[in-house]
């Protein structure tokens, strides 16, 4: 996180501006899961009088960059049966956000996520994810029900834990982008599996099975759906 010089106007506002908000209303319902949860709009809305207020706004930037070289590659259209050819590059997706004061103080932080092609589907969907999760966070909005959390199983039986959880570093971004990347597709996940750093994924199936599996029916909703 980077900040202007001084904070003290801006962080004053905020506190203001959060003892005002109430919770981003669930108003967007996941076709997969048939689950509400609160989608960029939502959060917006949760945000924009308190934020007026105080005099506080949040800009959003989102940026593309490509990692490596492109390769050719080729799949099967499923309704069509269909051989269909293609280029693909492991694409960076980055949403910065900026929160503003009309002090002119700012602090600014930016999420990102990788995908393994740069379609152009794949890509605006990342960067309402990585929007609202930022946006989430600047405003200090607590998410209710993630959509990308959602499981049809019943929940798995309480396990003790002797403390908190220490997480890689990075692993945490790593795996919102992953989330991002299951929304496109079980191809588009498997991609980013196969590149990720190992400790990440040995970290997330011994201490989170079930997020993993979580992920793998998203993606393979997705493909059906397509």
Same mark, same amino acid.
């Given at each position: ?15 203001? /501006? ?30 924009? +009088? ?8 949040? @800009?959003?930037?989102?940026? #593309? ?11 099967? /259209?499923?309704?069509? %049966? ?9 694409? +960076?997706?980055? +949403? @910065? #956000? ?5 002090? %002119? ?48 199983? /019943? ?6 834990? *002797? ?13 919102? %982008? $992953? ?7 079980? /191809?588009? $996940? *498997? ?36």
């Amino acid at each position: 996180m980077i900040t202007s010089p001084e904070i003290g106007q801006l962080a004053a506002a905020l506190a203001l /501006a959060q003892g005002e908000m109430d919770g981003a209303k669930k108003a967007a319902v996941n076709p997969f899961f048939n689950h509400k949860y609160a989608d960029l709009a939502s959060v917006k809305d949760a945000i924009r +009088v308190p934020f007026a207020t105080h005099g506080l706004s949040v @800009v959003q930037f989102p940026q #593309t960059t490509f990692q490596g070289e492109p390769a050719a590659f080729e799949w099967t /259209a499923k309704r069509s %049966g269909e051989v269909r050819y293609g280029v693909r590059v492991f694409t +960076v997706v980055s +949403v @910065v #956000t900026r929160l503003l004061h009309t002090s %002119g103080q700012w602090i600014e932080d930016s999420v990102s996520a990788m995908l393994p092609n740069g379609d152009p589907q794949a890509v605006g969907s990342a960067i309402t994810y990585l929007r609202r999760y930022a946006l989430q966070a600047v405003a200090g909005i607590a998410a209710e029900d993630d959509d990308a959390e959602a499981t049809t199983s /019943a929940p798995p039986a309480a396990v003790a834990v *002797q403390g908190p959880i220490a997480h890689p570093s990075g692993y945490l971004p790593w795996l919102d %982008g $992953l989330h991002a990347v299951a929304a496109t597709g079980t /191809a588009a $996940l *498997q991609d980013a599996w196969k590149i990720a750093a190992p400790d990440y994924r040995r970290h997330l199936t011994a201490t989170a099975p079930e997020k993993w599996e979580t992920l793998k029916a998203i993606a393979a909703r997705m493909v059906k759906a397509s």
